[in-house]
């Protein structure tokens, strides 16, 4: 038997050609998925901060439309009417200069409006623009459903206000931080009249704009002007004001106005409010005859315990139940 036979002689290589190229192209695809992925994750981080800066400007732009509607519902003297632009960064409206708003586009009342100082995602304070036509002043009532605004957007009529998110300086916006509409407002939102625009971002235009119709902010008024003749806020449990007011003491609705004078007419269902027969607060009173609203109220007697209300023009109604006996 020869000695050594079994043996292997030599070495054989432990990583052949072959398997070395592969594990190398391996790596390599690795390396490029790690890379791809970081990019994506980083475009994709990119992406969502971008949305969330999106976002945060229209939800202050969304916050102040909605703040600019509560106070023209809940004005005391004349409901549907709005603060004159503030002048400078410190949000307080500024009072009137005769009849008028200093400027009717300025910066948002937002002290005025106790909403905070609201900014989109440049860090620029809102903007705001007014109809003349809703300034808080007497000399523009009457102020009803019926008013038009004078503002344009996109060339829509019956616009009350507008806010504008005005967003990083433009080229030629030099002037910030400062006053001048020119500097913050783009094209012809800054150009004095009663025309605005909106559109998308571009070298020249940035205005992220929402506007707020006479629709928009009198479908909040009219239900302040119908709970006003339902029955005045008060917390006694028996109600002495208004519809409810008169059901209490009567037991039944009045009938309606057929001859709009104010007073119902006996055996008319439908027709203007009866207001001359209905007890409401002096200021209710005074701030609804001084605004017109009397003709704009509909009214119709369902039967003893059932009435309807709504504003002639809009689709704004309310039904007042009774809630006295003989009503179930």
Same mark, same amino acid.
Request: proline share 8%; aromatic share 8%; charged share 15%.
């Given at each position: 038997?020869?000695?050594?036979?079994?043996?292997?002689?030599?070495?054989?290589?432990?990583?052949?050609?072959?398997?070395?190229?592969?594990?190398?192209?391996?790596?390599?695809? /690795?390396?490029?998925?790690?890379?791809?992925?970081?990019?994506?994750?980083?475009?994709?981080?990119? /992406?969502?901060?971008?949305?969330?800066?999106?976002?945060?400007?229209?939800?202050?732009?969304?916050?102040?439309?909605?703040?600019?509607?509560?106070?023209?519902?809940?004005?005391?003297?004349?409901?549907?009417?709005?603060?004159?632009?503030?002048?400078?960064?410190?949000?307080?409206?500024?009072?009137?200069?005769?009849?008028?708003?200093?400027?009717?586009?300025?910066?948002?009342?937002?002290?005025?409006?106790?909403?905070?100082?609201?900014?989109?995602?440049?860090?620029?304070?809102?903007?705001?623009?007014?109809?003349?036509?809703?300034?808080?002043?007497?000399?523009?009532?009457?102020?009803?459903?019926?008013?038009?605004?004078?503002?344009?957007?996109?060339?829509?009529?019956?616009?009350?206000?507008?806010?504008?998110?005005?967003?990083?300086?433009?080229?030629?916006?030099?002037?910030?931080?400062?006053?001048?509409?020119?500097?913050?407002?783009?094209?012809?939102?800054?150009?004095?009249?009663?025309?605005?625009?909106?559109?998308?971002?571009?070298?020249?235009?940035?205005?992220?704009?929402?506007?707020?119709?006479?629709?928009?902010?009198?479908?909040?008024?009219?239900?302040?002007?119908?709970?006003?003749?339902?029955?005045?806020?008060?917390?006694?449990?028996?109600?002495?004001?208004?519809?409810?007011?008169?059901?209490?003491?009567?037991?039944?609705?009045?009938?309606?106005?057929?001859?709009?004078?104010?007073?119902?007419?006996?055996?008319? /269902?439908?027709?203007?409010?009866?207001?001359?027969?209905?007890?409401?607060?002096?200021?209710?009173?005074?701030?609804?005859?001084?605004?017109?609203?009397?003709?704009?109220?509909?009214?119709?007697?369902?039967?003893?315990?059932?009435?309807?209300?709504?504003?002639?023009?809009?689709?704004?109604?309310?039904?007042?139940?009774? /809630?006295?006996?003989?009503?179930?």
């Amino acid at each position: 038997m020869q000695q050594g036979a079994g043996r292997v002689v030599g070495r054989l290589p432990v990583n052949p050609p072959k398997q070395q190229a592969g594990v190398a192209l391996l790596a390599l695809l /690795t390396l490029l998925t790690l890379w791809g992925l970081y990019l994506f994750v980083g475009q994709l981080n990119t /992406t969502q901060f971008q949305m969330a800066r999106k976002q945060a400007t229209a939800a202050a732009l969304a916050e102040a439309r909605q703040a600019l509607i509560g106070r023209a519902a809940a004005d005391d003297n004349r409901p549907g009417s709005l603060p004159c632009p503030a002048l400078d960064p410190n949000g307080v409206a500024p009072l009137l200069a005769g009849n008028h708003c200093p400027a009717y586009v300025g910066r948002l009342p937002w002290k005025t409006l106790d909403v905070g100082d609201l900014r989109d995602d440049a860090g620029e304070q809102l903007w705001y623009a007014l109809a003349a036509a809703l300034r808080d002043d007497n000399s523009a009532q009457p102020i009803n459903f019926a008013t038009m605004p004078e503002l344009r957007l996109d060339g829509t009529p019956n616009v009350a206000a507008i806010v504008f998110s005005p967003g990083v300086p433009l080229a030629n916006q030099n002037g910030r931080p400062g006053n001048s509409v020119g500097d913050y407002l783009d094209g012809s939102n800054n150009d004095g009249d009663q025309d605005f625009v909106s559109g998308p971002p571009s070298a020249s235009f940035n205005d992220r704009v929402v506007a707020i119709t006479r629709d928009h902010l009198f479908r909040a008024v009219n239900q302040r002007i119908l709970g006003e003749v339902r029955a005045h806020a008060e917390s006694a449990a028996l109600p002495k004001y208004g519809l409810l007011g008169y059901h209490a003491f009567h037991s039944a609705f009045p009938w309606a106005d057929g001859g709009a004078d104010g007073i119902g007419d006996s055996g008319t /269902t439908a027709g203007q409010l009866p207001h001359n027969d209905l007890s409401l607060s002096q200021t209710a009173r005074d701030w609804l005859t001084a605004n017109d609203w009397w003709p704009l109220i509909s009214y119709s007697r369902v039967n003893n315990c059932l009435a309807r209300i709504g504003v002639l023009g809009s689709t704004t109604t309310m039904d007042v139940q009774g /809630t006295s006996p003989p009503c179930p």
